[in-house]
């Protein structure tokens, strides 16, 4: 069923456990008083069959908006496709409140909180797992994980508690997981990514060919 549903738990909300994402957020708050700045919580139908894990917000992004892919580059490529294979009600993500809706379809981050240079450190991925692994916990119904880049690739396998030589990383791959859900690779829909056509509208789109292939029809 649609939905526009964007509410996290106040833990997450007021999560500080990465004392230098914690410190580097106050100082963007400073900053860009009018910007989010704050753990980006998931977005989407919470019994959605599709999760898509990406990176972590990004500064002009989903820090500033407080929606997943909202706001910057990364997310027009992204909400685009969501669109054309009928997981969005619109193709154009503005803001948290433009009143687009997500359509069995969920989208969170490996890590809640804006990275500086848009690179978490190891252990701040270790921590922020806790809440993909509570994600992934009420969320049975998800029966396609598709991981944006090697990051959210690797934070997968942590939070369903297995090795990470169990999957290897590829464009496209797909990987039957022990639990009976299917990850499924895509490169990261960043600028950089679409830039030097590392990945295009094309490979982006066969991918998302894959997941309705394993979805079925549009609920």
Do not use: W
């Not at 820090?63 to 496709?81: K, Q, V």
């Amino acid at each position: 069923m649609p939905t526009s549903d964007s509410t996290g738990t106040a833990a997450l909300e007021d999560c500080t456990a990465c004392p230098r994402l914690a410190v580097f957020l106050a100082d963007v708050r400073q900053q860009y008083p009018a910007y989010h700045a704050r753990p980006v919580v998931p977005f989407g139908d919470p019994r959605a069959r599709l999760l898509i894990v990406g990176l972590a917000p990004g500064m002009h992004g989903a820090n500033r908006s407080g929606r997943p892919f909202t706001g910057d580059h990364a997310g027009i490529l992204l909400y685009e496709t969501l669109h054309r294979f009928g997981f969005a009600s619109r193709p154009v993500s503005l803001a948290a409140d433009d009143g687009l809706q997500l359509i069995d379809c969920r989208i969170t981050n490996a890590v809640k909180c804006l990275p500086p240079q848009n690179k978490p450190e190891p252990a701040e991925i270790r921590i922020c797992n806790r809440y993909l692994v509570e994600e992934l916990r009420a969320a049975p119904e998800a029966r396609v994980i598709l991981a944006l880049g090697n990051v959210a690739h690797k934070a997968v396998l942590m939070a369903l508690g297995l090795k990470q030589s169990a999957c290897t990383f590829g464009h496209a791959a797909q990987h039957a997981l022990p639990d009976g859900r299917i990850l499924i690779d895509s490169y990261h829909c960043s600028r950089y990514n679409t830039q030097t056509r590392r990945l295009t509208a094309d490979s982006f789109a066969a991918v998302f060919e894959t997941v309705r292939s394993e979805l079925g029809q549009a609920a």
